[in-house]
């Protein structure tokens, strides 16, 4: 699948009446910058962060982009964080449930349980976390088993 470019009218889906009500007033409010998109910004160069550290994963060329299917986890994330930007913006219990749901997800991807799908023009990521455990083993010949020899 394509990777997608989320826009402000992505967000406009993920709000209901009332939200959506707010963020437009709020928009007429600060017309030198654009909010939705500052936070759809920062939300998807966290999941391009997450992607990142599985180490399996690929990132695609463009860095507004991410999988198709991290969208609703991107746009659920989006409504928290402006929640967080615009307090008076209030989320209901499900928005807040779903994205819990989409930072476990997140944490799913960082720690390589869950891949996704590789874009077209893609740029690989750091190499998977591997760790080493070693230990020398015992010894058989030491300075008292070889006193007197």
């Known amino acids: 699948m394509d990777w997608i470019k989320l826009t402000s009218e992505d967000l406009e889906y993920a709000l209901n009446k009332p939200q959506l009500e707010t963020l437009k007033a709020e928009s007429l409010r600060n017309l030198k910058r654009n909010i ?5 910004d920062s939300v998807v160069a966290r999941i391009r962060a997450e992607i990142a550290a599985s180490g399996l994963n690929a990132l695609d ?3 507004s982009r991410i999988p198709y299917e991290l969208r609703d986890c991107a ?3 989006a409504v928290e964080a402006l929640h967080l930007r615009v307090p008076s913006i209030e989320m209901s219990a499900a928005q807040s449930k779903h994205a819990d749901l989409a930072r476990e997800t997140l944490l799913r991807i960082a720690a390589g349980q869950l891949p996704v799908s590789r874009p077209a023009l893609a740029v ?3 190499s998977a976390k591997r760790s080493v455990y070693s230990k020398s083993s015992p010894r058989k010949i030491t300075r008292a088993t070889t006193e007197g020899l």
């Open 75 to 77: 746009l659920r994330l």
């Open 61 to 63: 060329a463009d860095h």
């Open 36 to 40: 939705s998109q500052d936070v759809l």
């Open 124 to 126: 690989r990521t750091a």
